[in-house]
């Protein structure tokens, strides 16, 4: 079995950054850490946030960076950054934001993860005018621990609509 490689994402792979998108959030959140989302909301996001439309429409996006780890042609996960749009009063459109890092059930353990957040945090330094900011959710330590590791500290909280229901979210700041 060959290496994953990691490489830009292409307009060619919204349709499958969608049905990674989706299953990962439900592998996460839903059957992982075992939010109890009301199913309309959850299937209202999920059509939302990861139809293919959408998702190219996102790759498109001005100032937005996309990479995926791809392994024979299959997508096993990815990072997007852009503009910042987190709620926080520091906070600027000119300051770069990690959006999501996804990495399948299937590819935990690779390192896929830490090398994506890696080439992601070198593009944000270089596009940005400002501190670095993520969103993570308040129960996922394995995440707010990796970026812990690379500099990133607790300046704030808010809720993150999944549907009509609010996820409690911290957010974190570097520099």
């Given at each position: ?34 939010i109890p989302y009301p ?59 990690l959006r999501r890092l ?16 890696a080439v992601a945090l ?54």
């Amino acid at each position: 079995m060959t290496e994953p490689v990691i490489r830009p994402a292409l307009d060619a792979d919204a349709a499958a950054l969608g049905v990674l998108g989706r299953q990962t959030f439900i592998d996460t959140f839903v059957d992982g850490f075992a939010i109890p989302y009301p199913a309309d909301d959850l299937k209202a996001f999920l059509d939302a946030s990861f139809s293919p439309e959408t998702i190219r429409s996102k790759l498109k996006e001005p100032g937005a960076a996309w990479w995926v780890a791809e392994r024979e042609g299959a997508l096993l996960a990815f990072a997007n950054t852009g503009p910042n749009t987190l709620p926080h009063p520091d906070a600027r459109p000119s300051h770069a934001e990690l959006r999501r890092l996804y990495v399948s059930k299937a590819a935990q353990g690779l390192g896929l993860g830490t090398k994506l957040l890696a080439v992601a945090l070198e593009w944000m330094e270089a596009h940005s005018d400002g501190p670095l900011w993520i969103g993570v959710w308040s129960g996922n330590l394995k995440a707010q621990k990796l970026y812990a590791a690379y500099g990133f500290a607790k300046a704030g909280e808010y809720q993150y609509p999944v549907g009509r229901w609010l996820d409690d979210e911290f957010i974190l700041r570097r520099g």
